[in-house]
């Protein structure tokens, strides 16, 4: 893969197992549709419903089980747990990840708007790189495969509803769709009833396509039950990785500063 990426080893803290398979979404790509201007009457009339129904992005922190699963060079099934905190104030996440068997935490992750901060619990090296993939590598394997952290980050933070106002977003108000070009790709927002229904990305740049869409209920939009990613190689056409989180026991606080601190 391409572009910026952290390498998250993921040791003998992950272990394959047998478990359901992640339900496999479809991507439904750019339309041939026109899009229209953000300056359009009708592009300002859907950016208006779509606000006007938001919900308010509050902080929260939350436990969460992670399912990856894989195809090449066989299909597997990987498995982990983990924490996450999201600040209001400072659009920070941190993420705990730990083995599903022990809970000992093995990694820490700590992300903004522009950055991300890995480090790995026995090690007093901390990693800093733009915001992009994260790179997990199978122990079992070897094989290593990219996951969009961006994609993931908007669902937690919100950080959509910044993105589909810049003025360079493009619509297509007849399916309620809205498309971004950022230097790492382009980014398609899906709305449903106004909220957020799936999140498209395609990136020459980073080598892959990927999906991410939400399950969530009808009283807590914020944080969604379930976020579903997909990773294409653009290359090959082929799946990469299919991405199941999971959040639990979801308490809305602000969590304290030195929550983001490793």
């Not at 953000?38 to 089980?65: P, V």
């Not at 799946?239 to 606080?253: D, P």
């Given at each position: 893969?391409?572009?910026?990426?952290?390498?998250?080893?993921?040791?003998?803290?992950?272990?394959?197992?047998?478990?359901?398979?992640?339900?496999?979404?479809?991507?439904?790509?750019?339309?041939?549709?026109?899009?229209?201007?953000?300056?359009?009457?009708?592009?300002?009339?859907?950016?208006?419903?779509?606000?006007?129904?938001?919900?308010?992005?509050?902080?929260?922190?939350?436990?969460?089980?992670?399912?990856?699963?894989?195809?090449?060079?066989?299909?597997?099934?990987?498995?982990?747990?983990?924490?996450?905190?999201?600040?209001?104030?400072?659009?920070?996440?941190?993420?705990?990840?730990?083995?599903?068997?022990?809970?000992?935490?093995?990694?820490?992750?700590?992300?903004?708007?522009?950055?991300?901060?890995?480090?790995?619990?026995?090690?007093?090296?901390?990693?800093?790189?733009?915001?992009?993939?994260?790179?997990?590598?199978?122990?079992?394997?070897?094989?290593?495969?990219?996951?969009?952290?961006?994609v993931i980050y908007e669902y937690l933070t919100g950080?959509?509803?910044?993105?589909?106002?810049?003025?360079?977003?493009?619509?297509?108000?007849?399916?309620?769709?809205?498309?971004?070009?950022?230097?790492?790709?382009?980014?398609?927002?899906?709305?449903?009833?106004?909220?957020?229904?799936?999140?498209?990305?395609?990136?020459?740049?980073?080598?892959?396509?990927?999906?991410?869409?939400?399950?969530?209920?009808?009283?807590?939009?914020?944080?969604?039950?379930?976020?579903?990613?997909?990773?294409?190689?653009?290359?090959?056409?082929?799946?990469?990785?299919?991405?199941?989180?999971?959040?639990?026991?979801?308490?809305?606080?602000?969590?304290?500063?030195?929550?983001?601190?490793?």
């Amino acid at each position: 893969m391409k572009g910026n990426t952290i390498l998250l080893s993921v040791l003998f803290c992950i272990f394959s197992c047998q478990s359901a398979d992640v339900e496999d979404p479809n991507f439904i790509g750019r339309d041939k549709e026109k899009y229209i201007s953000a300056k359009e009457k009708d592009s300002k009339t859907l950016l208006k419903e779509i606000l006007e129904k938001q919900t308010d992005f509050s902080g929260f922190k939350s436990d969460f089980s992670m399912q990856i699963q894989t195809f090449v060079p066989k299909k597997d099934n990987l498995h982990l747990d983990g924490k996450v905190f999201f600040s209001k104030d400072t659009k920070q996440i941190k993420i705990q990840l730990m083995d599903s068997f022990f809970g000992m935490i093995f990694t820490e992750l700590i992300a903004d708007p522009n950055q991300i901060q890995i480090k790995p619990t026995n090690t007093k090296e901390v990693q800093t790189l733009p915001m992009g993939d994260i790179l997990i590598q199978d122990p079992n394997t070897g094989k290593k495969f990219a996951v969009p952290f961006p994609v993931i980050y908007e669902y937690l933070t919100g950080s959509y509803i910044t993105e589909i106002q810049n003025p360079k977003a493009k619509f297509n108000t007849k399916d309620a769709r809205i498309i971004l070009s950022k230097p790492d790709g382009e980014y398609e927002y899906f709305f449903k009833d106004g909220n957020l229904d799936r999140l498209e990305l395609s990136s020459a740049k980073r080598g892959l396509k990927a999906i991410a869409i939400v399950k969530t209920k009808p009283e807590q939009i914020h944080p969604p039950k379930e976020i579903t990613t997909k990773v294409i190689s653009l290359d090959t056409e082929k799946e990469n990785v299919l991405i199941l989180i999971k959040l639990k026991k979801s308490q809305m606080t602000e969590p304290q500063a030195n929550t983001f601190r490793f």
